[in-house]
């Protein structure tokens, strides 16, 4: 299906993007990762905009297109209490900023039938308390997705997934971690791999401009005060 597609996935050498990259890499793509953690593509901090022209660059030069973009590095996740100004416009830029300018820099690069998928968070519509940073970035990246569906239709698609709980480190989970789900369990990276790959699809050719939720069912499940259990016993805050 996506054999000697070229493929670019930002934060594509741990957790959900390593996944995803092993997805697309087994049904045939070529892919270019960028992360700062050791990969054997390119080493960078998406946040520098120096840094991603040059990888874009690379992409270019190597391949000559881009048949899918997948905006996945994971912004800081701090909260008003302790973030910095700094570290909170450090949070868009890898969040926002970067999927923004990298869709910029492939735009005249888009093969015919090329996807655009972005990773959000079921955190773009539900909070915990101190998550600013990582909220923000995540709603940003599902408002730019709409606005760029609109922009680029015709050329490209756009969409982007909202993962939940997603257990990236194996730790098979069980009890109440995954009974609390309505699915019955937590999340797996190839949970929102399968998605991923599904939107970049021919099979998906009438899907654009919108958000797929993949968190169990968690944020289509109201709790109240004495629900299974559960009691409210707040904490005092700032």
Request: glycine residues 10%; negative net charge; aromatic residues 8%.
């Amino acid at each position: 299906m996506f054999q000697n597609k070229i493929v670019v996935v930002t934060g594509g050498a741990q957790g959900i993007g390593r996944c995803i990259c092993g997805e697309f890499e087994k049904a045939g793509a070529k892919v270019c990762l960028i992360d700062r953690e050791d990969n054997p593509c390119f080493v960078g901090d998406i946040a520098d905009e120096a840094t991603l022209r040059r990888f874009a660059a690379k992409v270019v030069a190597e391949h000559g297109r881009v048949d899918c973009l997948i905006n996945n590095a994971k912004p800081p996740f701090e909260g008003i209490d302790t973030c910095t100004y700094e570290r909170f416009n450090y949070a868009l830029r890898v969040g926002v900023s970067a999927p923004f300018l990298l869709t910029q820099l492939f735009l005249p690069y888009f093969a015919a039938g090329a996807s655009i998928v972005n990773i959000s968070s079921s955190r773009d519509r539900m909070s915990q308390p101190f998550s600013e940073s990582y909220t923000a970035a995540k709603g940003g990246i599902a408002a730019l997705t709409h606005a760029l569906a609109v922009s680029l239709a015709g050329r490209v698609r756009v969409n982007s997934i909202s993962p939940g709980w997603i257990d990236t480190d194996c730790t098979a989970y069980q009890g109440a971690d995954a009974a609390q789900h309505p699915a019955g369990r937590v999340g797996a990276p190839l949970d929102i791999a399968n998605m991923v790959l599904f939107l970049c699809s021919d099979k998906a050719g009438f899907i654009t401009g919108e958000n797929i939720c993949i968190d169990g069912g968690m944020t289509r499940q109201m709790i109240y005060h004495g629900d299974g259990g559960w009691h409210y016993e707040p904490e005092k805050r700032m």
